[in-house]
């Protein structure tokens, strides 16, 4: 198995055009409808694969010892054991970068870049996986980092004392698009004020602005495309070494979860981007309101049961 990948993960060299094209700055306004109609319900068309022949064991949930954790920590996972020698935030972040240069080449076929980063054995399945894809398909293997909002490892119960880590990645296509450009609305809007100094002319820049921005296909263009899931096993031998990537997989969210899920998910997704807040504090809210109410239901239902089996007085 070749090393790959320093262990902090720092790919700062071999970044492809075609991913720097695909992360570069975010569209204008006055070409935002073309985008939309450009992408419009593609993603729902990304593919499903697993480099392990298997996509039953694609790991497309947090699980209840995540969903813990972030109730009481705010993250999906607790820092590792110093032993481990594996700062968390620092891998998470290398490694969703290790995400999209892979998938770039796997998309463009460029197998020849994915040498030293991905074990031989992987690469040679995902080659077969290709093969039976489409253009559409293929271009949609690619994971741009800016789009994922969440990242987790799955299994620290069971990683070889940080030496085997399942990384988890969810990710909307065309986020990051939509996050550079509400930003720049939003600054738009403050500038506008900024620079008008009667109150009844404010009102009327503020009404045509926000019902410009209203008019956008922001929200089009964040519906039009469903979450992807994908899944990556980073090996190692030991601390000293180079992580490996030994396994790829890829399952669209439609196929993966129920409709009630996946609205639940990008409405969480929604009002963190439209809000500017982090998705993790969203989500933390979100979970801890459910357990109030699950709460509240037990509550209530022993309530019923003790009045239906309470003696008449």
Same mark, same amino acid.
């Given at each position: 198995?070749?090393?790959?990948?320093?262990?902090?993960?720092?790919?700062?060299h071999?970044? &492809?055009t075609?991913?720097?094209?695909?992360?570069?700055?975010?569209? $204008?306004?006055?070409?935002?409808r073309?985008?939309?109609?450009?992408?419009t319900?593609?993603?729902?068309?990304?593919?499903?694969?697993?480099?392990?022949?298997?996509?039953?064991?694609?790991?497309?949930? /947090?699980?209840?010892?995540?969903?813990?954790?972030?109730?009481?920590?705010?993250?999906?996972?607790?820092?590792?054991?110093?032993?481990?020698?594996?700062?968390?935030d620092?891998?998470? $972040?290398?490694?969703?970068?290790?995400?999209?240069?892979?998938t770039?080449?796997?998309?463009?076929?460029?197998?020849?870049?994915?040498?030293?980063?991905?074990?031989?054995?992987?690469?040679?399945?995902?080659?077969?996986?290709?093969?039976? @894809?489409?253009?559409?398909?293929?271009?949609?293997?690619?994971?741009? &980092?800016?789009d +994922?909002?969440?990242?987790?490892?799955?299994?620290?119960?069971?990683?070889?004392?940080?030496?085997?880590?399942?990384?988890?990645?969810?990710?909307?296509?065309?986020?990051e698009? +939509?996050?550079d450009?509400?930003?720049?609305?939003k600054?738009?809007v403050?500038? $506008?004020?900024?620079?008008?100094?009667?109150?009844?002319?404010?009102?009327?820049?503020?009404?045509?602005?926000?019902?410009?921005?209203?008019?956008t296909?922001l929200?089009?263009?964040?519906?039009?495309?469903e +979450?992807?899931?994908?899944?990556?096993?980073f090996?190692?031998?030991?601390?000293?070494?180079?992580?490996?990537?030994?396994?790829v997989?890829?399952?669209?969210?439609?196929?993966?979860w129920?409709?009630?899920?996946?609205?639940?998910?990008k409405?969480?997704?929604?009002?963190?981007?439209?809000?500017?807040?982090?998705?993790?504090?969203?989500?933390?809210?979100?979970? @801890?309101?459910?357990?109030?109410?699950?709460?509240?239901?037990?509550?209530?239902?022993? @309530?019923?049961?003790? /009045?239906?089996?309470a003696? &008449?007085?």
């Amino acid at each position: 198995m070749p090393p790959i990948l320093s262990t902090c993960l720092l790919l700062t060299h071999h970044t &492809p055009t075609h991913l720097a094209k695909a992360i570069s700055k975010p569209p $204008s306004l006055s070409i935002l409808r073309t985008l939309v109609s450009s992408t419009t319900c593609r993603s729902a068309l990304a593919p499903t694969f697993s480099s392990t022949g298997n996509t039953d064991q694609i790991v497309s949930k /947090l699980g209840l010892n995540r969903i813990s954790t972030l109730l009481v920590t705010g993250k999906p996972n607790r820092p590792f054991p110093p032993e481990f020698q594996v700062e968390l935030d620092q891998f998470l $972040s290398g490694a969703v970068s290790a995400v999209g240069l892979v998938t770039s080449c796997v998309s463009s076929g460029d197998w020849a870049g994915l040498e030293g980063l991905v074990d031989k054995d992987c690469i040679i399945s995902l080659q077969a996986s290709m093969d039976t @894809m489409d253009n559409v398909q293929k271009e949609l293997v690619v994971v741009n &980092p800016g789009d +994922i909002f969440a990242s987790f490892v799955s299994n620290p119960e069971n990683c070889d004392s940080g030496n085997n880590l399942h990384l988890v990645t969810f990710s909307l296509p065309s986020l990051e698009k +939509i996050r550079d450009l509400l930003v720049r609305e939003k600054q738009k809007v403050k500038d $506008s004020i900024a620079a008008v100094k009667d109150k009844e002319q404010t009102k009327d820049t503020v009404a045509g602005l926000i019902g410009e921005f209203s008019s956008t296909d922001l929200r089009a263009l964040f519906q039009a495309n469903e +979450i992807v899931i994908g899944n990556y096993r980073f090996i190692r031998d030991c601390p000293d070494s180079q992580w490996t990537i030994t396994e790829v997989s890829q399952i669209n969210s439609l196929q993966a979860w129920s409709t009630i899920c996946k609205l639940r998910w990008k409405g969480r997704l929604s009002i963190a981007t439209r809000g500017g807040y982090n998705f993790y504090t969203i989500l933390r809210y979100d979970y @801890m309101t459910d357990c109030i109410s699950l709460l509240m239901a037990i509550y209530l239902v022993q @309530m019923m049961a003790g /009045l239906l089996t309470a003696p &008449p007085s």
